[in-house]
């Protein structure tokens, strides 16, 4: 009865392809294979190299669990290194390139983004959310390349974005509330809004208006205006922006001017999402 039980025993949940909440047994989870993965995704913009102590911090792990992962993964050729430090290899590519491949929402999104971004040349993004981040699946051919990082596969803070607060907007009230209490809202410029209270507020306004925006928050200098992209029953999937320099647009003239394109861009984009 006790080992039924220990087999029953549920693992905290996680988001499947759909982005609904899944349950897993015990029994079924590979430990080995996620603390790989934890140790792949440590590295990031922010610590492109890594020794297995640096990766043990990052991962939760001991340092000694660490330096195998990161040896095995050296070994399969998604890691380099100089035999201290390990940095990603081009074989990981391989999984977004995959992704963007085969998975249909990017290529639904793709043609939207690119006649919007002929018809007012600006620059278009589209995001799904993963935890604390909103990830580009798909952007504009625009060659109006304004804020850093703003390629497909860029993970951007989703408290300091257009269409991270938009997601986050989207979230039921309970599980906002229960990632505000998870964490501390990082500063990124002089704009960004980090007071807890303050922050809350925001992300009432922009579930009220059914839009956002942001100004300056993730990158001086650059605007950005979104609405939620839902499918047919009515639940948020994604975001899509226009991002725009500050010198040649302010908040009224964004709003007044790219709202209702974005928002005639998301009904016809519902059919298909």
């Not at 922050?199 to 100004?215: E, M, P, Q, S, T």
Request: aromatic share 6%.
């Amino acid at each position: 009865m006790i080992a039924q039980n220990r087999r029953a025993a549920l693992l905290p949940s996680c988001s499947n392809a759909k982005g609904m909440r899944m349950e897993i047994a015990s029994a079924d989870f590979i430990a080995g294979m996620a603390k790989g993965l934890a140790v792949l995704e440590s590295f990031d913009v922010h610590r492109q190299r890594l020794n297995a102590t640096l990766a043990a911090e990052r991962a939760g792990l001991t340092r000694a669990a660490a330096r195998r992962h990161l040896l095995t993964l050296a070994h399969l050729g998604y890691l380099e290194t100089d035999g201290h430090y390990y940095w990603l290899a081009p074989k990981v590519l391989r999984f977004s390139g995959s992704y963007l491949a085969s998975a249909r929402l990017p290529r639904a999104l793709q043609p939207t983004l690119d006649r919007l971004a002929a018809q007012t040349q600006e620059s278009f993004t589209a995001v799904v959310r993963d935890g604390d981040e909103v990830v580009i699946i798909a952007r504009s051919g625009s060659s109006r390349v304004l804020a850093y990082g703003l390629h497909i596969g860029a993970r951007l803070p989703a408290h300091a974005t257009s269409t991270g607060r938009m997601m986050l907007a989207a979230m039921p009230k309970r599980e906002f509330t229960a990632w505000m209490r998870a964490r501390e809202l990082m500063r990124l410029t002089t704009r960004t809004v980090v007071d807890a209270r303050r922050f809350r507020a925001l992300i009432d306004g922009v579930r009220a208006n059914d839009y956002c925006f942001a100004g300056e928050e993730h990158e001086l200098g650059v605007l950005a205006l979104a609405v939620p992209l839902r499918d047919m029953r009515g639940i948020p999937v994604a975001a899509l922006n226009v991002v725009a320099a500050a010198g040649r647009q302010d908040e009224k003239t964004l709003t007044r001017d790219f709202l209702p394109l974005l928002f005639d861009a998301a009904r016809q984009l519902r059919s298909v999402l």
